[in-house]
């Protein structure tokens, strides 16, 4: 039984009135709230100038602006989404999240196929708990434990309306376990690596980045299929779960062909939508140089 601090309680009776106002009017704090981060408190912003910067070295400065200020936009409504969907009923805003090609993951689902489904920090991915409970299998959200207590179990609970909340850190245990039985696990795969995880790099976004590796390997040892899932925002309010198959059976391919892939077909959805990226994460904050002897 995990414990849960006084703080956790505190920000569940701060957001439990939510649910009394529809989402139209929490826009309304999420306005304030971006003239707040963006424009008063300016969050991370040189963080999100030098990330947009090195990533779109072909953009001149107003279209680097004007993503800037769409992105803080985005973050503020995905904060207030969130917190939002911690009190509603899910079957009542289901028509919310619009689902495109899922088949590709309902298929070997019923064939009683492991499937792996990767995503990076792109749209608000609290959408998915919109559908979730639709898919028949164990189904498990790979996390990293926050620092905080009281945040680190409010979001664990709050996801858990969709999966089963699984620590990154027993990941490999857990499902390597489960191959008896089928499982649907859920991995942001873009995550920075701690330095003594380096084992990787690709070129993302126009940048040298170290990437994390577990999602391959638990791929291939348990010969899942991979999905790759684009959750996108089409309007306020509204998202597109976009599920495309990155491999059918992830122990026949090659060494990195899954992590490079992902990788890829990331980037392809951050150039379409540049302002639906998390750009305040120092993923860039290791080079290769650093690493050399």
Avoid at 48 to 55: E, G, I, K
Avoid at 168 to 182: D, I, W, Y
Wanted: proline share 3%; aromatic share 14%; hydrophobic share 40%.
């Amino acid at each position: 039984m995990h414990f849960k601090s006084l703080g956790y309680y505190i920000l569940k009776l701060l957001t439990w009135p939510m649910q009394l106002f529809p989402l139209k009017f929490h826009y309304l704090i999420s306005d304030v709230l971006y003239v707040l981060i963006y424009r008063i408190v300016k969050y991370r912003i040189n963080v999100v100038r030098t990330n947009l910067t090195n990533s779109f070295p072909d953009k001149n400065l107003s279209e680097l602006k004007e993503i800037e200020k769409a992105f803080y936009h985005g973050f503020s409504d995905m904060f207030i989404e969130t917190l939002y969907f911690t009190h509603i009923n899910i079957c009542k805003h289901n028509k919310r999240l619009k689902l495109i090609n899922v088949e590709n993951l309902t298929n070997p689902i019923s064939q009683g196929r492991n499937v792996i489904v990767v995503a990076g920090h792109f749209g608000n991915w609290e959408f998915m708990q919109l559908f979730a409970k639709k898919i028949e299998t164990n189904k498990y959200f790979i996390y990293k434990k926050l620092n905080n207590k009281a945040f680190d179990r409010f979001y664990s609970d709050l996801r858990s309306r969709a999966a089963k909340p699984l620590e990154m850190k027993e990941t490999a245990r857990v499902l390597l376990s489960k191959s008896n039985h089928p499982f649907t696990a859920y991995f942001i795969s873009d995550q920075r690596p701690v330095p003594e995880e380096i084992k990787h790099w690709v070129t993302f976004m126009n940048q040298e980045t170290p990437v994390l590796l577990g999602t391959e390997k638990i791929a291939k040892k348990t010969n899942a299929v991979v999905v790759y899932l684009e959750v996108k925002k089409i309007k306020r309010g509204y998202h597109q779960a976009t599920f495309t198959t990155l491999c059918e059976s992830a122990s026949k391919t090659a060494t990195h062909e899954i992590t490079d892939r992902f990788f890829e077909m990331l980037e392809q959805s951050i150039n379409k939508s540049p302002d639906q990226y998390f750009w305040t994460h120092k993923r860039w904050k290791y080079k290769s140089e650093m690493f050399t002897n």
